[in-house]
């Protein structure tokens, strides 16, 4: 595989096939689920990989774990340190403990206490800093100066976008008559390494991206061969507000047919709809695939589509009973 | 099997292998699920019957379906009624849709809408009644006079007995090792056929019930031999309100080595735990058994455990979004 060094450097089918043996006793081969009620009601046949049944509950346990897993001994004694506020700072955790090495995850100062809980109950430490972009790469400079710690970028690093592709690789291999495959796209890391393990196996089989429409920057910048930036925005899907890298952005220009978005209220409705008819408890960045099948359901009509559900750590805190 | 108009029958189990055979088209082979994390809060080992993922999101589709693939295309020509604001009403409906025969659904006429449209949705015909026990028996008296249709009880019917009895016979199938099965107890019909078929095929391994410490009619009825009453009450637990029968109280003083009962914080910190652990939507009746278990450590420490997770149909009208 090329170095995460190069700017560039992307996995290949063979790297993402060695990444699925490195993982293989540290993640789980997730369940593909099926819905009578939802094909009906989206009028194709729909395959979700569980992948909110994952480790840590989202897919990021398995690029963290085959990044971790593929450090040298002398360069894992010394550490990982990474930023995310979110689901891959808790699968770096994971991924360190399970190695037994030291992590540092650098968090803004105003992340939830849940978020941070997460990070520590693998053991690792939460360093807090500046919300803010320049404040947050400081303090990974800082760890990764201080305590030769390697940096594990959550999406920009080919050992990561490996992990994540095993996913797509799994659902493929156990079914190879699917049409299409979609995934969100968030930092691109997942539908990266997605469109190459898809791309490689089955090359009839297309690949698509899903997100918000309130944060576009991955369709736009699809579009226009350059990365995009995004304005402030809000999306309930906060997963997905990060935008591409050069490298993942030349990954979905290779293997992606095309980056489909949806409005805020399909991803509710999705949501919803996952909730009530499947019992399946998914974060909004992870029903946002399904919420573009449903405003896009001519254009996928009649078809058999895998659906990742990404992820499934839904803030209970946002969250209420209402006593009727 | 002895015929339902017999007060005490109860199926054997030749009878609930015979259900089996006779739904096994018609309803899922649910899946069994576990959780590293939630066992080690329990301090035992749990094995989840997923019957939250059962056609109309409840093991209530088992017993209805047995019942009326049962009755001969005579008695099933002229339909199919009872009484049931909740999970059996759909089951019924869905059952006798399955069959192609009318069905009639007695409800109060307070019933939620969304309750109404579960069972409409299966062309099953909703007559509404003054919400009393005596017009609900009078307007299912009525529909079966004027229509020909057989009543088919949620609970106290030997045919619905043995068809709940199924998913614990997959259960104990698919892991003949555990140390014990708990469902939870409302009428006893899941319990019921629950004893009956795991104290036949592995008569070492122990079988509970679970209910709230709100609602614990069938704890008392167990320790007096009489069917106890309930004084007016609130749980959030509403589907296990309802007391046992004759029959099923004989047939939890034969197999059931004890009830367990659980608070309503309880309850909800296991509905908590499913969603949050577990990423999966149990209604509140369904989180009972390990509410128990969170409750009572000491007893189950270090035990294999089967827990039937027994419907996943919350109201999310209750539920809501807090925008943060």
Known sequence: ?????????????????????????????????????????????????????????????????????????????????????????????????????????????????????????????????????AARESACAEVARECGATLIHPFDDPRVIAGQGTAA????????????????????????????????????????????ANADDAARSFASGRVETLAPTTTIADGLRTTLSPRTLAALRAGVEGIVTCSEDAIVAAMRMLFERMKQVVEPSGAVPLACLLEHRARFAGLRIGVVLSGGNVGLDRLCWQHA
């Open 169 to 212: 690789l799994e659902l493929v291999e156990d079914l190879p008559e699917l049409d299409a495959v979609i995934a969100p796209c968030g930092g691109g890391g997942l539908l990266s390494g997605t469109a190459i393990a898809v791309r490689a196996v089955a090359p009839r089989m297309q690949v698509f991206g899903a997100e918000p």
């Open 1 to 133: 595989m090329a170095s995460a060094g190069d700017a560039l450097a992307l996995p290949d089918l063979a790297a993402i096939r060695a990444a699925q043996r490195r993982i293989t006793a540290l993640v789980h081969r997730t369940p593909v689920l099926t819905s009578a009620s939802v094909d009906a009601d989206v009028g194709a046949s729909l395959h979700f990989k569980g992948e909110h049944l994952q480790k840590i509950g989202a897919f990021k346990a398995r690029g963290a774990c085959n990044a971790v897993f593929s450090l040298d001994d002398a360069e894992a004694a010394r550490g990982v340190v990474t930023h995310s506020s979110g689901n891959h700072g808790a699968a770096l955790a994971y991924a360190a403990a399970r190695r037994g090495i030291p992590a540092w995850v650098v968090m803004p100062e105003n992340a939830p206490a849940v978020k941070q809980a997460n990070v520590r109950r693998f053991g690792a430490q939460v360093r807090l800093c500046a919300p803010t972009v």
